[in-house]
């Protein structure tokens, strides 16, 4: 059985006279992908920027776990489970590979460097970053600094950062842009082996990659949700057809 992880609830985004988020909900589930799609403009980073609490919502509640989390900061939110990797990078370019993994890893608690409790936690801490490079496919890149990686690589090493806090839920925005087939691939594989874990809500532009991986898609459009439901479902549906994939 799929465990609900995380809700947005009828939520909405104002800024000045543009609604960027109107009135949207969506749920995520424990193993399972959830896409959000749309044109650009559409909401969709808003809307992750809403449920990672980097913007609060106009109206609206976000829930996690069943709690109301609405209003939390992003750090509350990540020792509470929540993981995100970013539209645009987040990484340090002049350190290695392991010390940006560490570094994410650290974040997570950093009232673990007391000078008591200092010892176990960097236990943990190394431990955390280790487990987040392989999951990523990364540990043998540790030593490299993060700007001599590929762009692929370091996509993948935004996604170890994210899950180096030990995440329950993971918001993805457009972790495929500007990849190659071959990189993207890789991307594909990864994120399927995430679901094993994870609730994911994935922003993405290549459709092929979402029909591959989503098994809940909505669309956005105009801060809107104009279609939600499985990707046959979205694939067949007229009005995606007509103001999305343009027919
Ligand atoms: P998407 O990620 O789907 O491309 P965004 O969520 O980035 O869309 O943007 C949705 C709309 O909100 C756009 O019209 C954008 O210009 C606007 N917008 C996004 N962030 C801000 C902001 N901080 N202030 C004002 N307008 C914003
Ligand atoms: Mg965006």
């Known amino acids: 059985m799929s465990e609900l992880m995380m809700s947005a609830r009828q939520l909405s985004k104002r800024f000045g006279g543009l609604l960027a988020v109107n009135d949207v909900s969506l749920d995520l589930w424990r193993n399972r992908i959830h896409a959000v799609i749309g044109p650009n403009g559409a909401g969709k980073s808003t809307l992750t920027a809403l449920l990672s609490g980097d913007l609060e919502p106009t109206s609206g509640e976000v829930v996690l776990e069943s709690r109301n989390v609405t209003g939390w900061s992003p750090n509350r939110l990540a020792?509470?489970?929540?993981?995100?990797s970013f539209q645009k990078t987040n990484i340090f370019p002049v350190f290695t590979v392991w010390e940006n993994a560490r570094l994410a890893a650290q974040s997570r608690d950093p009232h673990t460097w007391h000078w008591f409790t200092g010892a176990t936690s960097l236990k943990a801490v190394n431990e955390r970053a280790t487990r987040a490079l392989e999951l990523a496919g990364l540990l043998h890149r540790?030593?490299?600094?993060?700007?001599?990686?590929?762009?692929?690589?370091?996509?993948?090493l935004e996604i170890a950062m994210a899950l180096a806090t030990n995440p329950k839920v993971l918001l993805l925005d457009e972790p495929l842009a500007g990849m190659g087939v071959t990189e993207a691939e890789k991307m594909v594989s990864l994120l399927t082996r995430l679901k094993k874990d994870h609730a994911l809500l994935l922003i993405e532009h290549d459709m092929d990659a979402?029909?591959?991986l989503a098994d809940q898609l909505t669309v956005m459009v105009n801060g809107k949700v104009i279609a939600s439901g499985s990707a046959a479902e979205i694939r067949n549906h007229a009005d995606v057809r007509a103001a999305y994939l343009g027919e």
């Open 79 to 84: 020792r509470h489970g929540l993981g995100r």
């Open 210 to 212: 979402v029909f591959a």
């Open 142 to 156: 540790r030593d490299v600094q993060a700007d001599a990686i590929s762009h692929g690589e370091q996509r993948q």
